[in-house]
């Protein structure tokens, strides 16, 4: 089966990575396969690829896991420490 995956600039893929190993947390507005939108604020923990898709894997506030399709990301921006 063929993947729709649109690859997403490596500038903001190593941005997603410096916010991981900063535990920095993202206010992301994404869609989801269904289409979705959502807007929460999420801590990213890793990035992985699978079956040629990229994947940011982030935790809520209830501490729920999410897998986030890269191409799907329409906005991520820092929030400020408290």
Do not use: K, N
């Amino acid at each position: 089966m063929m993947s729709d995956y649109v690859p997403i600039d490596c500038g903001l893929y190593s941005e997603y990575e410096l916010a991981i190993m900063h535990r920095q947390r993202l206010r992301i507005r994404w869609r989801d396969a269904q289409g979705m939108t959502h807007l929460e604020t999420l801590l990213p923990r890793d990035l992985q690829t699978r079956s040629g898709e990229e994947f940011l894997i982030a935790t809520t506030a209830a501490r729920e896991t999410l897998e986030i399709r890269l191409d799907r990301i329409a906005e991520a921006l820092p929030v400020a420490a408290r």
